[in-house]
C-alpha cells in the first residue's frame, strides 16, 4: 500500500508569492491533516479536511487555506509569503474512526 | 482542554544507555497514545500505541504504558544505538483529534 505522498519536496519561494501544496492520502483515508513545523514553534496543526469538509482548523492567519478533493486528495495554499513561513509542512492521513495519523516526508518551504 | 506535556531536551546519551522520555497528557475522555518518531530530514512516523489503560506498546526496543492514573505514557528503552539519534513525539488521540507534545530531540553518542 502507498504512503503518503507530498509534492513538491522542497520549493524556494519570494515574499509576497503565493504557494500550493499537495498531499495524496493513503487508499481509503478519508482525513488529511496539514501541519507546518519550525525549529522555534515545533510542529503546529494548521487545518484538517475529511470527506472535502474541513472539521478542525488551528490557528494561523487567513493566507493559510486548503481543500480537499473527492479522491482525498488535499491541496494547502499560502498566499502573500512571508519570510516566517519558511517551514516544513507536514500532511497526515487518517482511516474512518481512527486517529493513528501517517505523515508524508513533508515539503521543505524556503521564502527568501 | 487536552494536552500533551512532555520533556523537551536536547537529551544526550551514551550507546548502550537507558532511555526514558517522560510524557503526561491532559484529556477530557479515554484517549488513544502514541509515540512518533521523526528522523532527520523525514516526516513522523508511528514507533508505537496504546489505545486504553494499562496497555503496553512496544516497537523497535522501545515500550510505553498507558498509565491512566499517573495520565502518563513515558516512553523507555535499554539500550539505545547511535541509528535511535531523532526526535521523538508524543501524542494523544481524541474525538478524531489529535494533540502533539512539542518533542524531545534524542542524540545518541559512539
Known amino acids: 500500500k502507498a504512503g503518503v505522498t507530498q509534492t513538491p519536496r522542497y520549493l524556494i519561494k519570494t515574499r509576497g508569492q503565493q504557494v500550493t501544496l499537495s498531499c495524496s492520502p493513503i487508499?481509503?483515508?478519508?482525513?488529511v491533516s496539514w501541519y507546518q513545523q519550525t525549529p522555534g514553534q515545533g510542529l503546529q496543526f494548521l487545518f484538517e479536511?475529511?470527506?472535502?469538509?474541513?472539521?478542525n482548523k488551528g490557528n494561523f492567519p487567513g493566507r493559510f487555506s486548503g481543500r480537499q478533493f473527492s479522491n482525498s486528495r488535499s491541496e494547502m495554499n499560502v498566499s502573500t509569503l512571508e519570510l516566517g513561513d519558511s517551514a516544513l509542512y507536514l500532511c497526515a492521513s487518517s482511516s474512518p474512526g481512527s486517529t493513528e495519523a501517517f505523515f508524508g516526508q513533508g515539503t521543505r518551504l524556503t521564502v527568501v | 482542554g487536552n494536552s500533551v506535556t512532555q520533556m523537551e531536551g536536547p537529551v544526550t546519551l551514551s550507546e548502550e544507555a537507558f532511555l526514558t522520555i517522560n510524557c503526561t497528557y491532559t484529556a477530557t475522555g479515554y484517549p488513544s497514545l502514541f509515540w512518533y518518531v521523526q528522523y532527520p530530514g523525514e516526516g513522523l512516523q508511528l514507533l508505537l500505541k496504546?489505545?486504553?489503560?494499562?496497555d503496553k506498546g512496544s516497537n523497535k526496543g522501545f515500550e510505553a504504558t498507558y498509565r491512566k492514573e499517573t495520565t502518563s505514557f513515558h516512553l523507555e528503552k535499554g539500550s539505545v544505538q547511535v541509528s535511535d539519534s531523532a526526535v521523538y513525539f508524543c501524542a494523544l488521540g481524541l474525538y478524531d483529534k489529535v494533540i502533539f507534545g512539542p518533542g524531545t530531540s534524542l542524540s545518541v553518542i559512539p
Open positions: 479536511y475529511f470527506s472535502e469538509t474541513q472539521r
Open positions: 496504546a489505545t486504553k489503560a494499562d
Open positions: 487508499s481509503g483515508h478519508r482525513s
